[in-house]
């Protein structure tokens, strides 16, 4: 059962425009904000994670230095490459920074709230499909990655929005699928209304499958480490913007760390409980859901998000780039498939008010069954380390010709007589020699005996 508190489709399309004009300001401003916060926040921890002090120059133990950033790159010396498309060149960062706003338009940040005596929720707007909306958005921001690369006229560059566009669209999938069990449980693709059919539980207990499966897909999804193939510095100098320079470049950043926050924001929606407050919070406090009070929970729950993702890039080294595409292919997209037949029978019976012995026992159990015999019974191949080892492996080596300072021979012909250069010499004796030695060898070199 909704709550009066809890906002509805009918309640957004009905504020004013001042009000409208409000919450733009509003989103826009918190997203700045929190890309400054998240730039030093990472910096920060993984300055701790390596025993170090991190940024502690600009502002109160460096908290400024984000902002300092920020104000260095929009007055920078704008380069263009000679070979630039510059139409196409412009349009690119622009592309990439517009739809990552666009898409928290549809997170709820609170429930209905008074602003200036209108009663109001604390969401821009909501549509019947909004968490469609946040898809969409993040589609088109591969097109400013993919132009920037083509219009830089480069080589580097063009790689790694290649890169970037087969990474999205692998990625992208599995992350779709992952929600499909969301929708099937609230029965509804509203951002609001799955918030609010999360009253008694969150979903990240019933359903956390999926919501494993989306947080490894939104690493991949938003370029950052382990899975920042696109801007490998190793190998592509800077990947899709290392042409870009000053207000340009700074566009990519936020776009970069905007999505990161806006896919955090999307998983405290889906399967935290959006914004409402924690179990032992809401439980102990009855007003812990009314007011402006939510809007922290949401935050809080953001940061850790946040924190999550700069946990991965401090703790797990880049994967190559074969083993990223297979893993998400031949793992994420099989699981997310099979994680939804499982919730779309689960779902089917539940309706058909089944108990909850008949949903193990239909359900459960089979999946179960599936998993050992599939674990059980799938061929042990032989890994690719393995068949390169069988590949470079080296053929014996001749036992009657010495090794050269530890290093093995290769072998030889036998009917061939070896080199002189490679004829076994006796070790050469650090014994001085005596008198009857020396007479030894010179008799041995006249032929004559004693």
Known sequence: MILAQDPTLEDFGTDPFWLV?????????????????????????????????????????????????????????????????????????????????????????GPMVSIFGHQTPLQLTDLPVGVLIVFACSSLGVYGIVLSGWSSGSTYPLLGSLRSAAQMISYEIAMGLSLVAVFLYANTMSTSGIVSAQQKTWYILLLLPSFLIYAVAVVGE????????????????????????????????????????????????????????????????????????????????????????????????????????????????????????????????????RSTGQLLLYGVLPLAAIIILVTLFWPEGRGDEDEEAEELEEPPVRRDVPAAAGFPVPPMDLSIPPSPRLRVREPVSTVPATDADVIDSDDSRTGENR
């Open 21 to 109: 004009l409000i919450k733009v300001v509003a989103v826009f401003v918190l997203l700045v904000v929190m890309t400054l916060f998240s730039i030093v926040f990472e910096r920060k921890i993984v300055a701790y994670m390596q025993a170090r002090l991190g940024p502690n120059r600009v502002g109160p133990r460096g908290y400024l230095q984000s902002l300092a950033d920020g104000l260095k790159l929009a007055f920078k010396e704008e380069i263009i490459p000679a070979l630039a498309d510059k139409p196409v060149y412009f349009l690119a960062p622009i592309l990439s920074a517009v739809p990552a706003f666009l898409a928290f338009s549809v997170i709820p940040f």
């Open 222 to 353: 938003t370029n950052r480490a382990p899975f920042d193939l696109p801007e490998a510095e190793s190998e592509l100098v800077g990947g899709f913007h290392t042409e870009y320079s000053s207000l340009k470049f700074a566009l990519f950043f936020l776009a970069e760390y905007i999505n990161m926050v806006t896919v955090s924001a999307l998983a405290a929606t889906l399967f935290l409980g959006g914004w409402r407050a924690p179990f032992p919070i809401s439980t102990i406090w009855a007003g812990a859901n009314s007011g402006w009070w939510p809007m922290l929970w949401f935050v809080a729950k953001v940061i850790l998000g946040i924190f999550v993702f700069v946990w991965l890039r401090g703790t797990l080294p880049r994967l190559r780039y074969d083993q990223f595409m297979a893993f998400g292919w031949k793992v994420l997209v099989p699981l997310a498939l099979v994680w939804i037949l499982f919730i779309g029978t689960f779902s089917v019976l539940r309706s058909e008010g």
